[in-house]
């Protein structure tokens, strides 16, 4: 029964006349019976102490309305006032309150069970573009996916919508949804956590939609997922799917057959067949991560006492200095230098556990210093014959049958490229080559002659004058004697060396005319790629990690950096560094990670980061 219908219901003749035109809102309870039966405080009046009669309480308020209440506030009840404040009167009155006690009572206990149940929230309504059943919701032509699904819904289905993007947790609070069609729409793109929540989903369709790819982990935490269906949509089977053709292979959900609509490589051929070794989605790239506030010719790394160090050539300044990684800042610092003139060329040889540096100068002659662990500090220890060694431009060392040597290239007119030998106790002249030809650079490599033949040491000197001379090692005599040249080469300011598979090959660097890349063929060098490089003094090939990479240098335009292409068997365009005037290139391993020395005739030294990224991550 309502309560007003209730009220109205009341005798009036147990209403004082003088308060009938007073405000219909009353407060009245038993003090006893409300504190033990609605648990709820019993209040006093604001204007003056409610007076007791017969157990009876009542109170006059002002309230209008009761939004503000909740289950521990006081019980209000709405309607007539009931006179019980008049002792006297209550007194001529005899038992006429106590029909109004028991109407008070029970009023208040009623308005108490609707407060309570007024609380409770209403159910969510099917929304204006669905379709709801107790289980089931088809939703059409709807621009978003609706927040107000009923939560007990077990199927859900849109079809023929417009919206083209759902966002994260696009379907949370259906907890009970376990099959999920969004088919025949024209969704282009899908967050990753657009299901999430959805522990309970058993079967999924995207089917007939427009979705070229889909974020990783967009199925994570749909742990009761039996069917999936992708099918009629145009996927790109690149590197951001990736994941995808793993997670095929491991899920036990049933996947219908889909199929790439592109790369063209890829076009019609059914994801379920491919292979995560099908993509190649791992990149590389130098990075810029410190400069040095310096020029420099060559930089050479070596490694000493169980630590891995730098040392870099300053013309101007005539330095060697050396660097050291720094552990925490995660950068190179200064760990000690070598004081000089016009130094070109610093060179370190480990011979067993003791550090060597043959420092090449312009002026003032060269020399050979050793480093003196007690006193913490590098002495210089032998002088390089000036009658030979007149104008150095490069040095190389290398070890044949377990004896140390390095060869120096000497560029004057009046010079000797000159191999020298470690005896014990120094370094003596060994051998002389090539005598007044300017050699600008000496290469050393080991290459076989035939097939059946192990690889034998060899040098390959280049010079302003004629073409590169390729000199072979000689076991009986224990010398390097004069075999061939390289044909059509002219000009060949330096020449370095890589192999792939394998097979030996060279890089050849001119200033004018194109630079080239030689294969050897078991008797000689043959062409198989060039490339334009005017004003290049350094064509540096270098191997990080399982990559091979060539830096070409240049005086007047950006540095390229190639990569081996293993499929075509030469160099491809992979980046371009500014460096001004490039002269030597050295890759420089410590911690795990892996740095590319850019030297500089003219500008900062700088160092690049070798970075590897992961398209399908």
């Known amino acids: 029964m309502q309560v007003g219908s209730f009220l109205q219901q009341l005798d009036p003749s147990h209403l004082t006349a003088p308060h009938r035109s007073l405000p219909r809102a009353v407060r009245c309870w038993s003090e006893e019976q409300l504190t033990n039966q609605l648990q709820v405080p019993v209040l006093k009046s604001r204007d003056t102490e409610a007076k007791k009669k017969g157990g009876l309480l009542c109170d006059l308020v002002l309230e209008q309305d009761n939004h503000h209440l909740n289950s521990r506030s006081p019980v209000h009840v709405w309607g007539y006032f009931f006179d019980c404040m008049e002792s006297e009167r209550s007194q001529r009155m005899g038992n006429a309150c106590m029909p109004l006690k028991r109407i008070a009572y029970f009023l208040c206990l009623l308005s108490a069970l609707l407060l309570t149940e007024g609380k409770k929230p209403a159910k969510p309504k099917c929304p204006a573009v669905c379709t709801c059943t107790k289980d089931n919701a088809l939703c059409e032509n709807a621009r978003s996916i609706p927040r107000t699904v009923p939560p007990d819904v077990i199927s859900l289905l849109f079809t023929s919508n417009s919206f083209d993007v759902i966002s994260d947790d696009a379907f949370i609070g259906l907890p009970h949804l376990e099959y999920l069609f969004i088919e025949n729409n024209n969704i282009k793109s899908i967050s990753r956590h657009t299901f999430r929540g959805l522990k309970s989903l058993i079967h999924l369709s ?82 810029k991560s410190q400069d040095l506030p310096y020029q420099s010719l060559s930089i050479d790394v070596f490694s000493y006492m169980n630590d891995e160090y730098v040392v870099i050539a300053q013309p101007f300044t005539g330095k060697c200095i050396f660097l050291e990684w720094d552990h925490v800042e995660k950068t190179f610092r200064n760990y000690d230098n070598i004081t000089g003139t016009s130094t070109v060329v ?62 120096v290239a000497d560029s004057s007119k009046a010079g000797f490229t000159t191999i020298y030998k470690w005896n014990g ?38 010079s302003s004058s004629q073409r590169p001379v390729i000199y072979q090692w000689n076991k009986a005599t224990q010398l390097f004697i004069n075999q061939t040249d390289i044909p059509n080469m002219e000009d060949v300011y330096a020449v370095k060396h890589f192999s792939v598979k394998g097979d030996v090959y060279i890089c050849l660097t001119r200033f004018i005319g194109d630079s080239k890349v030689m294969k050897w063929g078991g008797s000689s060098f043959q062409d198989i790629q060039r490339m334009p490089s005017r004003g290049s003094m350094v064509f540096q090939p270098l191997q990080i990690n399982n990559y091979q990479y060539a830096i070409l240098g240049s005086d007047y335009s950006f540095t390229q950096v190639y990569n081996w292409d293993a499929e075509k068997a030469k160099f491809v365009k992979f980046q371009e560094i500014n460096v001004q005037a490039p002269r030597s290139f050295t890759h420089v391993s410590i911690n795990k990670r892996n740095f590319l020395f850019a030297s500089s005739f003219k500008g900062n030294t700088q160092i690049y980061k070798h970075v590897i990224v992961d398209l399908s991550a």
Not at 443 to 452: D, V
């Open 206 to 287: 995207l089917a007939n939609n427009n979705l070229q790819t889909l974020p990783k982990d967009i199925f994570k935490g749909l742990d009761s997922l039996t069917n999936v269906d992708l099918r009629g949509n145009s996927f790109n089977c690149d590197c951001k799917l990736k994941w995808l053709v793993e997670w095929l292979g491991h899920t036990n959900a049933t996947v219908e057959d889909i199929y790439c609509e592109g790369p063209p490589e890829y076009k019609k051929r059914k994801i379920n067949s491919l292979s995560p070794k099908d993509f190649d989605c791992i990149i590389t790239e130098f990075a």
């Open 346 to 407: 610093c060179k370190p040889i480990v011979i067993e556990t003791q550090l060597y540096v043959i420092v090449a100068q312009l002026f003032g002659g060269s020399h050979i210093y050793k480093r003196d662990s007690f006193a913490n500090k590098f002495i210089k220890i032998q002088d390089i014959e000036i009658l030979k060694i007149r104008k150095p431009n490069d040095i190389e060392t290398f070890k044949i049958e377990n004896n140390w040597y390095f060869v």
């Open 425 to 462: 106790n120094g370094f003596y002249s060994h051998q002389s080559l090539h005598a007044w030809y300017r050699d600008t650079d000496v290469e050393y490599l080991e290459i076989a002659r035939t097939p059946q033949i192990l690889r034998t040491p060899h040098l390959i000197l280049s």
